[in-house]
């Protein structure tokens, strides 16, 4: 069964260093997503990715944040300047028409953990 | 401003009980709902996706109701077994992102 692949499935890194998380979405998926979420909290909305460009992000997605599909395969997360805070689990989605009438299909998840 | 609240927070039961999991949303206004089990430090699988216009769906022992006039949703789970323990949580979609409930933690023991 297709599946979203997600790397590193953890990371640790020193505040203030780059971290990038990659995603391999379902292949004739169209629709792709982060979520986050902090340990015991819930799962929260980061931002939606179509047609090579950002269709919506949340106030979590500031400037220290972005996106890139980088080839026809890869979906990324780049984080700039880690903070303390930004330790979560990062979850990337994709959907086949998006979800207004798509089922979500969610990674395993990249747990970032900043020092 | 859209919430999602889960009832019960956390359920213990022995294994064979028939179950009911409680969503409720505040903006009736949403394009579907999904349900989601996670277990401890893993990824979200999808149980079931209701459309806005459908009033329940079915897979296996699982069956999901949609009320969305009175922003209510139930995952009811027949003859539980102790591979169902795990979190399920639900989610509403009103504009192509999707906001969570806090979950129930379901724990079945034989």
């Known amino acids: 069964e297709p599946e979203v692949t997600q790397t590193p499935s953890h990371q640790v890194t020193q505040m203030g260093q780059e971290v990038i998380l990659r995603c391999v979405p379902i292949?004739?998926?169209?629709?792709f997503y982060w979520y986050r979420q902090i340990l015991g909290q819930k799962v929260e909305f980061l931002v939606s990715?179509?047609?090579?460009?950002?269709?919506?992000k949340s106030e979590i997605f500031d400037d220290q944040f972005s996106v890139e599909r980088p080839d026809g395969s890869n979906f990324t997360l780049k984080i700039r300047s880690t903070k303390l805070e930004d330790s979560a689990m990062y979850f990337c989605a994709s959907s086949e028409t998006g979800g207004a009438s798509g089922e979500l299909f969610f990674g395993e998840g990249s747990r970032l953990t900043v020092l | 401003k859209q919430e999602v609240t889960q009832i019960p927070a956390a359920l213990s039961v022995p294994e064979g009980e028939n179950l009911v999991l409680n969503c409720s949303f505040t903006d009736s206004a949403i394009y579907n709902l999904q349900w989601f089990r996670q277990d401890p430090g893993k990824g979200l699988t999808s149980l079931l996706l209701i459309q806005s216009s459908q009033r329940e769906q079915t897979s296996g022992r699982l069956n999901a109701s949609l009320d969305k006039s009175s922003g209510r949703s139930t995952l009811y789970i027949a003859a539980s077994q102790p591979g169902d323990s795990a979190t399920y949580l639900c989610?509403?979609?009103?504009?192509?992102?999707?906001?969570f409930g806090t979950g129930t933690r379901l724990q079945v023991f034989p």
């Open positions: 990715f179509y047609n090579n460009e950002i269709s919506e």
């Open positions: 292949s004739n998926h169209l629709y």
């Open positions: 989610a509403v979609d009103n504009t192509d992102k999707l906001i």
